[in-house]
């Protein structure tokens, strides 16, 4: 399971590296070569697709193009390079087989990447032709770097005609045509003056407003504590009598003892 969590890292890794694509007489680069087959119009043709100068390849993923009008994808079986549970592809596009593989070790040499079994729909025959070619290496220490790519293409005739030239050509990097910005559509700002309540001409406006804070003098404030203090005095002397007739109600108080 860890290994094979490994193998997915090493190919989204792979999907996200630059792609270096140089031509087959570079030294050093990895060559992907499709192979030539001569089949019979009905028939089925067994496409080898070999890898060479492939030691320490750990990843690789590539299109297969082919005309879906000669030829039809069958199977894809597994060389003797990667295992096969670490190669994938897809055919669900007429016309491109993308295939990816991956082992996190690297490979120790060349080989068989791979046989794609078409049947054959017509007498003319398809060129196949490999493209964006993404292939990574790694060292002794497990640092992957990006390999240079070289590109051979292959075929399957009928009979002794050769194939036909190939529908598509080499992969090249499409510079992305920019989108136009669409111009903003201007935003129409309510006026809050207008849409206020408006106000009946002639009416006077209210009188109720609250008095500020700042319009209330000094005097005010004397006043104010002036009758405080005389409802203080009033309720002490309320109190102080209040007390006294307690007092002179008692039986032992020298009033009553005097009448």
Not at 104 to 112: E, F, I, S, V, W
Not at 161 to 172: G, H, N, Q
Request: proline share 8%.
């Amino acid at each position: 399971m860890k290994r094979l969590l490994l193998v997915f890292a090493v190919l989204t890794l792979a999907a996200l590296l630059p792609i270096h694509t140089l031509a087959a007489e570079e030294n050093g680069s990895v060559t992907i070569v499709v192979g030539s087959v001569s089949a019979e119009n009905g028939a089925f043709a067994d496409v080898p697709v070999y890898l060479e100068n492939s030691k320490s390849v750990d990843s690789i993923q590539f299109d297969l193009n082919y005309d879906p009008a000669a030829l039809s994808i069958v199977s894809v079986t597994p060389g003797d390079l990667f295992l096969p549970e670490y190669v994938i592809y897809n055919a669900d596009e007429p016309g491109r087989l993308r295939i990816a593989c991956a082992d996190a070790l690297g490979l120790k040499g060349d080989g068989t990447l791979l046989t794609v079994r078409f049947t054959v729909l017509s007498g003319t025959g398809s060129a196949l032709t490999a493209t964006s070619g993404i292939i990574t290496c790694v060292d002794a220490d497990y640092n992957q770097t990006n390999a240079y790519v070289s590109l051979e293409d292959g075929g399957v005739s009928i009979g002794e005609s050769a194939a036909p030239a190939a529908l598509v050509t080499p992969w090249i990097p499409e510079t992305p045509v920019p989108t136009p910005t669409p111009e903003p559509t201007p935003t129409v700002v309510p006026d809050l003056e207008s849409l206020a309540e408006p106000t009946v001409s002639g009416q006077p406006e209210s009188s109720a407003a609250p008095i500020a804070e700042e319009q209330v003098g000094p005097v005010s404030y004397i006043v104010v504590a002036v009758l405080f203090f005389l409802l203080l005095v009033l309720i002490f002397v309320s109190a102080a009598k209040r007390r006294r007739k307690a007092a002179e109600s008692q039986p032992d108080h020298p009033a009553r003892k005097d009448s």
